[in-house]
Structures are given as C-alpha cells and as structure tokens.
C-alpha cells in the first residue's frame, strides 16, 4: 500500500504542476480528492491491513492528503493571479478618453401638468382621489343623470364589457362613489385616465387623461365656482389671465358652463394660436344637480355643489404650445427631451 500511496502521491504533483487552468485543478481535485478519488479508494482497502499497521498507514494517507491540498492551493492562486493579470491586460482603460454622460430621465408633460393642477388645488383645500377605471355603468352614466336610452350616452361612444361594465369615459364615478360615503362637506379632484371610442388624430384619442372636480357643502353658488376657476386659470396660465363662462348643457349639472381662458399668447388680442379670438376653451362646468345629489343620498335643500371637468392633454398642449395630441403618445425622445 506505501508503494500505491507515493504512486498516486507522485502522478498528482505531477498533473498539479502541469496545470494551466483552474478548471483542470478542480478535476484533479476530484480525482484524487473527491469521494471517488484515488486517496479514497486506497483508504477502503485499510480493512486488508495488519491492525498494527493502519495507524501508521492512516497516517500517511493523511499526510499525502494534506501535501496534495497544499499544492493545489498554492496552483490555484498562482493560476487566479496570472489569470486576473490576463484579464486587465485586455481591459485597459484609457482615463485620457472622454467620459460617457450619464443621461437622466424626467417627468412626461403630462405628468407635469398633472402635478401642476393637483399642486393648485391641494393649495385650495382639496382632496386628490382616483377611483376604478373599469367602472359599473350604474356609476358611469345612471347616478349622473343618464339613464338608459339618453343621448348622452350616444355621444360618449363607450368601451362596454358587458351590459353593466364599461371602461369609464370619464372620472365622474369616482365623485359619485365619494359622494356615497356620506362624509361632507367634499372638496376633491379626481385625475385619472379614461376611454372612449374616438379615432386617434391631432386633438382626440381613443385613451386620454382628465382631471374632475367636486365641492358639496353647504351655500355653495354659482358665484364659488366662477372664483375657484379663475384661481386655477391665474395659476395655471398666469396672473393676468381673465376667465368667461358660456351657457352649456351637461346632464349631472344645471345650470352648466364652458369656460374659456384669455390667451396667454397674445393677451386677448387676437394670434394664430387662439384662432384670432383672444379666448381659448379649456373646461366644462357646472352646479351639481339636484338629482345627482338625491341619488347619492344627500338632501338638494340642504346642500348644494359644482362641478368642473378639463382634459389633462389639453391644459398639456395649451401651457407648452404642442400642436397635435399624438406627439404625447409616440415616445419620441427628440420630443420629450424638450421638458
């Protein structure tokens, strides 16, 4: 068995010498080391040695062992030193070449005008609530005052799931559904998006953003809601713009309004921009109407409210002058770097 022992002993430092690889030190280690090694194999036959004998066999067989793993530890880091060397060898950096520019993202215009208006309104008190935009027809269209068979319903040009399911066509439901809470007075807006079955050109999408606006409590006027808009029309298009309300029709209020804004381009004077009229539409309006709020189980005697709705792209294309809808939408980085 000492003439197998300094046999194996001998071939292994011999193989451990003429390593080139890590990968081929593993392999010896394997051979000669692992549960099926020579060593291993060797240690099963000590059942044929002399009882005598086996301490000093078992001895030598540990001492081989210990010299071996000596020896492939000293390969192993000689061989992870040359081959780091190596490595940085073929991964020279020239520190005299210009760096790479670390670019960094920003927000999309319309998140910024998002915030812009929730900034507004929050400094006026109100509340930021988003709601489902899969949303029950109930909530969409009958709690607003559309009813089945309305020709409301007709010019929304609805997404349906099923007969009582839809995609919402507007953030309305969620003022319903916050209205059903019971909790007044309300001061909210409720920004989010929504969908209707429009074909995608310069000013319509069939996936768009708007920001609704809700205020219940007790003598609310008309007269509120005209000072609260021209707040945010200050404060949005700045100090000197003037606001003008035009009789309109919605089914969830009454009396309803358009608003238009003085342009912020020219003053009010008249340019290409607001078409030579000096104004611009930017919302529709209105007092809540009694039966929204009968239907969401709050008194019209004893409470009033308005309401306010604008689309999040058009304050986005009105505050940074974009001309056409789907340049918001395409991703084109030599557009969106702009802001």
């Not at 793993?69 to 081959?83: F, H, P």
């Not at 319309?110 to 929730?118: D, F, L, S």
């Not at 608003?259 to 004077?269: A, L, Q, R, Y």
């Not at 019209?300 to 604008?310: D, K, Q």
């Amino acid at each position: 068995m000492k003439e197998q022992l300094e046999k194996i002993r001998e071939e292994a430092l011999k193989q451990i010498a003429a390593s080139e690889a890590l990968e081929k030190l593993n392999d010896i280690r394997v051979a000669y080391l692992g549960k099926k090694g020579e060593l291993t194999n060797l240690l099963k036959g000590m059942k044929d040695v002399a009882p005598e004998d086996r301490p000093k066999v078992g001895q030598m067989v540990n001492d081989v062992r210990a010299q071996l793993e000596s020896k492939l530890e000293e390969a192993r880091v000689t061989l992870a030193k040359k081959a780091r060397e190596e490595q940085l060898k073929k991964e020279v950096i020239d520190v005299t070449l210009p760096a790479k520019k670390n670019k960094v993202g920003h927000s999309h215009p319309n998140t910024i005008a998002r915030e812009e208006v929730e900034r507004i309104f929050i400094g006026m008190g109100y509340e930021v609530i988003e709601g489902p935009e899969v949303e029950y027809d109930e909530y969409n269209f009958e709690k607003l005052n559309i009813p089945k068979g309305h020709p409301a319903r007709d010019e929304q040009d609805t997404f349906y799931v099923n007969d009582n399911i839809l995609l919402r066509s507007q953030t309305s439901p969620v003022q319903v559904r916050t209205m059903e809470k019971g909790k007044l007075p309300i001061r909210m807006i409720s920004p989010g998006r929504v969908f209707r079955s429009d074909e995608v050109d310069a000013t319509h999408s069939p996936s768009f953003h708007q920001i609704e606006g809700l205020v219940i409590d007790k003598n609310i006027t008309f007269a509120d809601l005209k000072g609260t808009l021209a707040e945010f029309a200050r404060e949005m298009f700045g100090p000197e713009t003037k606001v003008k309300f035009r009789p309109h029709h919605f089914p969830f209020t009454e009396p309803s309004a358009e608003v238009d804004v003085s342009c912020f381009k020219c003053g009010g004077k008249g340019c290409r921009f607001c078409k030579g009229s000096g104004w611009i539409e930017i919302l529709g309006c209105g007092m809540v109407h009694p039966h929204v709020l009968e239907m969401c189980n709050i008194d019209p005697e004893e409470y009033t409210g308005f309401a306010f709705g604008v689309g999040l792209e058009r304050i986005a294309l009105l505050k940074y002058e974009i001309d056409d809808m789907r340049l918001l939408y395409e991703n084109d980085i030599r557009f969106l770097k702009q802001f």
